[in-house]
Nanobody
Framework: QVQLVESGGGSVQAGGSLRLSCAAS????????VGWFRQAPGKGREGVAA????????YYSESVKDRFTISRDNAKNTVILQMNSLKPEDTGMYYC????????????????????WGQGTQVTVSS
């Protein structure tokens, strides 16, 4: 199975930016669905962004809309999550996930839709 590796997390002050990367261990077609999720301590996993194929569409949760941007770099088998105007409530472990077998029609799919997950990268935003 393709391994997903997240990177780019860290600690920033509110208002700052971070760029997360989700790199696949080998070639993955652009027909894969890829999502970014986060989980804060004591809370459930929240889907924040997704890029879906056929044609390429991007979706965001209301909590990050207009601040986060998801994009795909097919040449590098990487999906990027650019996070701007970060807030303390954005703090959490961020995971990327993919699905190469099923399709999703609209919106950020639920966690159960994805069958391949990375190990996560920590994002901490201080006020």
């Amino acid at each position: 199975q393709v391994q997903l590796v997240e990177s780019g997390g860290g600690s920033v002050q509110a208002g700052g930016s971070l760029r997360l990367s989700c790199a696949a261990s080998r070639y993955t077609p652009s027909t894969n669905s890829v999502g970014w999720f986060r989980q804060a301590p004591g809370k459930g996993r929240e889907g924040v962004a997704a890029v879906l194929p056929g044609p390429t569409r991007t979706y965001y949760s209301e909590s990050v809309k207009d601040r986060f941007t998801i994009s795909r770099d097919n040449a590098k088998n990487t999906v990027i999550l650019q996070m701007n105007s970060l807030k303390p409530e954005d703090t959490g472990m961020y995971y990327c996930a993919s699905n190469s077998r099923s399709s999703w029609s609209w919106g950020v799919p639920p966690a159960q839709f994805f069958d391949n997950w990375g190990q996560g990268t920590q994002v901490t935003v201080s006020s």
